[in-house]
């Protein structure tokens, strides 16, 4: 153990300043010094945290004198001398008060180290929020400047001659695009100019008798080219109210190409929350850009289309030839790489697909309208889809508005808003339904059929076709120009000779017809791939006529007597049971006779049959949904009003014949049903139940549903026979009564 220390210690400790300084070791610096002092030993000995037995003694004892030591603890701060500066000073004297920042010296700052000095000097961050709406809203000088120069430019115009108009405009332009380039003008003073700017030069050019559409458009773009080319501020920073009041100013213009590029930048540009608050400018846009389509535009010029078009066509000539040496050769020898093949066909696909592009390019040339379309319904692609099917619902009922306010109206704006909305990107299927429907109220439209070039283009956009939408899109307008407009048949025509999944998309049309409720146009297809000899899925004609049954019974059954009478899918035969509404809902029409019916299900009708054939029992077994589908059609025929009684009641015992034939058990609804035409009719009609048919009806009922069942039934057809009988013998008795005039005969 150490040496206990003097007792003289304690008292030197408590005169003794402790400095006031701290040295701040880290855990590194102990950790390199622990690890240096085990490796100095032997290898022998290791680190540990737990202490032996005599480490253990010292420790307590170096704890015991440390506390007898620090019994009086000493102040850490000297502040005697301090106070001392001052004299005596009470307490009460002193005020407090807050902090303030302090300011830096020369003194101070070269007093620091080098490398604090660099860090002093290093730009302060500010967060953008604050440089956005200081440098937007905050009047600077420069600021103030651009007020000056837009107020002088406004006094110029509405003094100046006819003459001086456009340079006057065209220097402020350049002036008015170099400011905010240089990010020199505030948000505040943007909508302002927007306002005033686009007021006063349409006031000059008036007063001049001049047109002011070219003025304003180079103003638009001086202003939206100085706020894209921002070196401070970027579209998406500037406020949502701007863009929207600047796409309103746009769209009081006539709808030209460079209106329409304007207008594709600025939603380019413009963020997801700027797009939600700019509605009423998209709409004007949109709305002003659709009436365009009702004024014939002059066509462009294709010739560079068409050269680059040639030029590729010239190439994959050249290809293919290399494609086909390559397969010569590799008929020769067999050990060629067949990738060298394969990269040749890839390269002639890529130059044939340049090619049609090329094409395409030239089409939109020669028919602007077309192209005007795309690019319309690519930039509605850049809308969130809430506020998408805000807008397009929207313009939809101003489209239908101005075509139904013409005196004789074209469809032109009705087919070319219709492509619009099949050609926008990712629209779901309801949203396109629901426009439809809506388009479906201009006058004079309702009658014709849904063009086959709308569902074409809604394939292609929303990529249901893959790569030979293109091919399809070629393939169709050629079978057009032979047979007439194109139409769904043609179009289904086109994707089977492509073989892109006509299947599903003929399931695709059918799918459309039925949620815009034109069953017509459904008839009319399936007649027209009959005489075209495509083939349909198993499962399509099933269920089409189940759905048209609900609303158009005629062309169901229209349908019906196609599909037997040479409409084939896939040797496969309308099964009865998958349409047990189409059925009863024959069941329920006066027009179709049982004979139809029966022949529609299948079933031979036994009234017909020789007795020996009618009880003859059948090796084929009917399946429960078939069971369930005769029992429904019993049903129907008891209690449907379109038939009388008596042929009710024949019909449901037909039913009970064919269950009987197959060995189907006899089930209580069955039996109800008999009961119900048999009796129930009757007794509602007034009519006698005979013996013969009670008790054929009661050998059913006790079969089925038991005997105490059978003879409640019994009880009350008796008793309705009884009180019939009383009821006619007393009518009989009132009319004797009243044909004995002279009362004579016996009494009663």
Same mark, same amino acid.
């Not at 064919?658 to 008999?674: D, F, G, K, S, V």
């Given at each position: 153990?150490?040496?206990?220390?003097?007792?003289?210690?304690?008292?030197?400790?408590?005169?003794?300043?402790?400095?006031?300084?701290?040295?701040?070791?880290?855990?590194?610096?102990?950790?390199?010094?622990?690890?240096?002092?085990?490796?100095?030993?032997?290898?022998?000995?290791?680190?540990?945290?737990?202490?032996?037995?005599?480490?253990?003694?010292?420790?307590?004892?170096?704890?015991?004198?440390?506390?007898?030591?620090?019994?009086?603890?000493?102040?850490?701060?000297?502040?005697?001398?301090?106070?001392?500066?001052?004299?005596?000073?009470?307490?009460? *004297?002193?005020?407090?008060?807050?902090?303030?920042?302090?300011?830096?010296?020369?003194?101070?700052?070269?007093?620091?180290?080098?490398?604090?000095?660099?860090?002093?000097?290093?730009?302060?961050?500010?967060?953008?929020?604050?440089?956005?709406?200081?440098?937007? #809203?905050?009047?600077?000088?420069?600021?103030?400047?651009?007020?000056?120069?837009?107020?002088?430019?406004?006094?110029?115009?509405?003094?100046?001659?006819?003459?001086?108009?456009?340079?006057?405009?065209?220097?402020?332009?350049?002036?008015?695009?170099?400011?905010?380039?240089?990010?020199?003008?505030?948000?505040?003073?943007?909508?302002?100019?927007?306002?005033?700017?686009?007021?006063?030069?349409?006031?000059?050019?008036?007063?001049?008798?001049?047109?002011?559409?070219?003025?304003?458009?180079?103003?638009?773009?001086?202003?939206?080219?100085?706020?894209?080319?921002?070196?401070?501020?970027?579209?998406?920073?500037?406020?949502?109210?701007?863009?929207?009041?600047?796409?309103?100013?746009?769209?009081?213009?006539?709808?030209?190409?460079?209106?329409?590029?304007?207008?594709?930048?600025?939603?380019?540009?413009?963020?997801?929350?700027?797009?939600?608050?700019?509605?009423?400018?998209?709409?004007?846009?949109?709305?002003?850009?659709?009436?365009?389509?009702?004024?014939?535009?002059?066509?462009?010029?294709?010739?560079?289309?068409?050269?680059?078009?040639?030029?590729?066509?010239?190439?994959?000539?050249?290809?293919?030839?290399?494609?086909?040496?390559?397969?010569?050769?590799?008929?020769?020898?067999?050990?060629?790489?067949?990738?060298?093949?394969?990269?040749?066909?890839?390269?002639?696909?890529?130059?044939?697909?340049?090619?049609?592009?090329?094409? !395409?390019?030239?089409?939109?040339?020669?028919?602007?309208?077309?192209?005007?379309?795309?690019?319309?319904?690519?930039?509605?692609?850049?809308?969130?889809?809430?506020?998408?099917?805000?807008?397009?619902?929207?313009?939809?009922? #101003?489209?239908?508005?101005?075509? #139904?306010?013409?005196?004789?109206?074209?469809?032109?704006?009705?087919?070319?808003?219709?492509?619009?909305?099949?050609?926008?990107?990712?629209?779901?299927?309801? +949203?396109?339904?629901?426009?439809?429907?809506?388009?479906?109220?201009?006058?004079?439209?309702?009658?014709?059929?849904?063009?086959?070039? !709308?569902?074409?283009?809604?394939?292609?956009?929303?990529?249901?076709?893959?790569?030979?939408?293109?091919?399809? =899109?070629?393939?169709?307008?050629?079978?057009?120009?032979?047979?007439?407009?194109?139409?769904?048949?043609?179009?289904?025509?086109?994707?089977?000779?492509?073989?892109?999944?006509?299947?599903? *998309?003929?399931?695709?049309?059918?799918?459309?017809?039925?949620?815009?409720?034109?069953?017509?146009?459904?008839?009319?297809?399936?007649? *027209?791939?009959?005489?075209?000899?495509?083939?349909?899925?198993?499962?399509?004609?099933?269920?089409?006529?189940?759905?048209?049954?609900?609303?158009?019974?005629?062309?169901?059954?229209?349908?019906?007597? +196609?599909?037997?009478?040479?409409?084939?899918?896939?040797?496969?035969?309308?099964?009865?049971?998958? #349409?047990?509404?189409?059925?009863?809902?024959?069941?329920?029409?006066?027009?179709?006779?049982?004979?139809?019916?029966?022949?529609?299900?299948?079933?031979?009708?036994?009234?017909?049959?020789?007795?020996?054939?009618?009880?003859?029992?059948?090796?084929?077994?009917?399946?429960?949904?078939?069971?369930?589908?005769?029992?429904?059609?019993?049903?129907?025929?008891?209690?449907?009003?379109?038939?009388?009684?008596?042929?009710?009641? =024949?019909?449901?015992?037909?039913?009970?014949?064919?269950?009987?034939?197959?060995?189907?058990?006899?089930?209580?609804?069955?039996? =109800?049903?008999?009961?119900?035409?048999?009796?129930? =009719?009757?007794?509602?009609?007034?009519?006698?139940?005979?013996?013969?048919?009670?008790?054929?009806?009661?050998?059913?009922?006790?079969?089925?549903?038991?005997?105490?069942?059978?003879?409640?039934?019994?009880?009350?057809?008796?008793?309705?026979?009884?009180?019939?009988?009383?009821?006619?013998?007393?009518?009989?008795?009132?009319?004797?009564?009243?044909?004995?005039?002279?009362?004579?005969?016996?009494?009663?």
């Amino acid at each position: 153990m150490l040496p206990r220390p003097p007792a003289c210690c304690p008292a030197v400790k408590r005169h003794l300043f402790q400095p006031s300084d701290s040295i701040w070791v880290s855990d590194e610096v102990l950790r390199h010094a622990f690890q240096r002092f085990v490796n100095s030993r032997s290898g022998k000995r290791y680190g540990s945290f737990v202490p032996g037995p005599l480490e253990s003694r010292r420790r307590l004892g170096k704890r015991r004198m440390a506390h007898l030591t620090e019994s009086v603890p000493a102040p850490a701060h000297n502040t005697g001398p301090l106070w001392g500066f001052f004299g005596e000073v009470g307490n009460a *004297q002193w005020q407090w008060e807050a902090p303030t920042t302090r300011k830096s010296t020369g003194a101070s700052t070269a007093a620091l180290p080098a490398w604090l000095l660099e860090w002093d000097t290093s730009p302060e961050v500010v967060p953008e929020s604050a440089v956005v709406a200081g440098s937007m #809203n905050k009047p600077t000088e420069e600021t103030i400047a651009i007020e000056e120069d837009i107020s002088k430019f406004r006094t110029t115009l509405l003094a100046a001659s006819s003459d001086q108009l456009l340079d006057i405009c065209e220097e402020f332009n350049q002036l008015y695009k170099q400011s905010l380039r240089l990010g020199l003008v505030s948000g505040i003073t943007m909508h302002s100019a927007l306002n005033t700017i686009s007021r006063d030069i349409r006031l000059a050019f008036s007063e001049s008798g001049l047109a002011d559409t070219h003025c304003l458009l180079s103003f638009y773009q001086a202003f939206w080219d100085g706020v894209s080319s921002c070196k401070v501020l970027q579209p998406v920073d500037l406020d949502a109210r701007l863009l929207n009041r600047f796409l309103s100013y746009l769209g009081n213009l006539p709808s030209c190409t460079e209106v329409q590029t304007l207008f594709h930048d600025v939603m380019h540009a413009a963020s997801v929350t700027q797009l939600g608050k700019m509605n009423r400018g998209v709409d004007r846009l949109v709305e002003a850009w659709a009436r365009s389509w009702l004024h014939e535009q002059p066509p462009g010029d294709p010739r560079l289309s068409f050269l680059g078009a040639s030029r590729d066509l010239s190439e994959s000539l050249d290809r293919l030839d290399r494609l086909q040496s390559l397969m010569h050769s590799r008929e020769d020898d067999d050990r060629q790489d067949l990738s060298m093949i394969q990269k040749a066909v890839e390269e002639a696909k890529a130059i044939l697909d340049s090619a049609l592009e090329h094409i !395409v390019q030239a089409e939109k040339a020669l028919v602007p309208r077309n192209g005007s379309i795309e690019t319309l319904a690519s930039i509605l692609g850049y809308l969130p889809r809430d506020h998408l099917y805000r807008v397009l619902a929207s313009c939809t009922q #101003n489209i239908v508005r101005i075509h #139904n306010s013409m005196e004789n109206p074209v469809t032109d704006l009705y087919y070319g808003w219709l492509s619009l909305v099949a050609k926008v990107p990712k629209l779901p299927h309801k +949203m396109f339904v629901n426009i439809v429907k809506r388009m479906g109220k201009c006058k004079g439209v309702r009658e014709q059929p849904l063009p086959g070039a !709308v569902v074409l283009s809604r394939w292609i956009s929303q990529g249901y076709l893959g790569k030979g939408g293109a091919l399809i =899109r070629n393939t169709c307008e050629v079978s057009s120009l032979n047979s007439g407009p194109l139409d769904l048949g043609l179009v289904l025509s086109a994707i089977d000779k492509h073989r892109e999944k006509v299947f599903r *998309q003929t399931k695709g049309i059918f799918k459309l017809l039925h949620n815009l409720e034109r069953y017509r146009e459904v008839f009319g297809i399936l007649a *027209q791939i009959q005489d075209l000899g495509l083939k349909l899925p198993k499962d399509i004609i099933g269920p089409t006529i189940e759905i048209m049954s609900k609303y158009d019974l005629q062309l169901a059954y229209r349908i019906q007597k +196609m599909f037997y009478t040479g409409l084939r899918t896939n040797k496969q035969v309308l099964r009865p049971d998958l #349409n047990p509404n189409f059925i009863v809902s024959m069941v329920n029409h006066r027009r179709f006779s049982p004979q139809q019916i029966w022949r529609v299900m299948g079933i031979p009708f036994y009234e017909k049959m020789q007795p020996s054939k009618r009880l003859a029992f059948s090796t084929r077994r009917l399946s429960p949904a078939m069971i369930e589908l005769v029992t429904k059609v019993a049903i129907a025929f008891a209690q449907t009003d379109a038939r009388c009684q008596r042929v009710a009641f =024949r019909n449901v015992v037909q039913c009970l014949h064919h269950l009987r034939r197959h060995n189907a058990p006899l089930t209580p609804e069955l039996t =109800r049903a008999i009961s119900h035409a048999g009796f129930t =009719r009757k007794i509602v009609a007034g009519e006698w139940i005979s013996k013969e048919l009670l008790d054929w009806v009661l050998g059913l009922i006790e079969v089925a549903e038991g005997t105490d069942v059978a003879v409640i039934t019994d009880k009350a057809v008796t008793y309705w026979n009884e009180q019939l009988a009383e009821e006619q013998g007393e009518e009989a008795r009132l009319k004797a009564r009243e044909m004995n005039v002279l009362h004579v005969g016996p009494i009663d």
